[in-house]
């Protein structure tokens, strides 16, 4: 069993940076690719950005697009979402989940951290 913890969020303005870590405990992480997703009030959960085992594959929805980075780093259990640039509309609760490279089906979620901006 794995258990993902997401921290780093909080309220911030924008054009401000966060880095939002998600950690994995019980088992090794280097297994599972993750991504990131948000939820923002009233909207369904979108996907933010993904990355492969390895950490050598990396994508990102496009509205995060070149201000958004993941990394990972699979001797700490870590995966890190860098956020730059952030806009009001970044706002949402952000959640990171973890699936096997081969399926589609995500095997295990976060509980989320709360990323609010404001204008």
């Known amino acids: 069993q794995v258990q993902l913890v997401e921290s780093g969020g909080g309220l911030v303005q924008a054009g401000s940076s966060l880095r939002l870590s998600c950690v994995a405990s019980?088992?090794?992480?280097?297994?599972?690719?993750v991504d990131w997703f948000r939820q923002a009030p009233g909207l369904e959960r979108e996907f933010v950005a993904h990355i492969g085992q390895g950490g050598g594959v990396t994508s990102y929805a496009d509205s995060v697009k070149g201000r958004f980075t993941i990394s990972r780093d699979n001797a700490k259990n870590m995966v890190y979402l860098l956020m730059n640039s952030l806009k009001p509309e970044d706002t949402a609760v952000y959640y990171c989940a973890a699936r096997k490279a081969s399926t589609a089906q995500y095997a295990y979620w976060g509980q989320g951290t709360q990323v609010t901006v404001s204008s």
């Open positions: 019980g088992r090794t992480l280097s297994t599972y690719a």
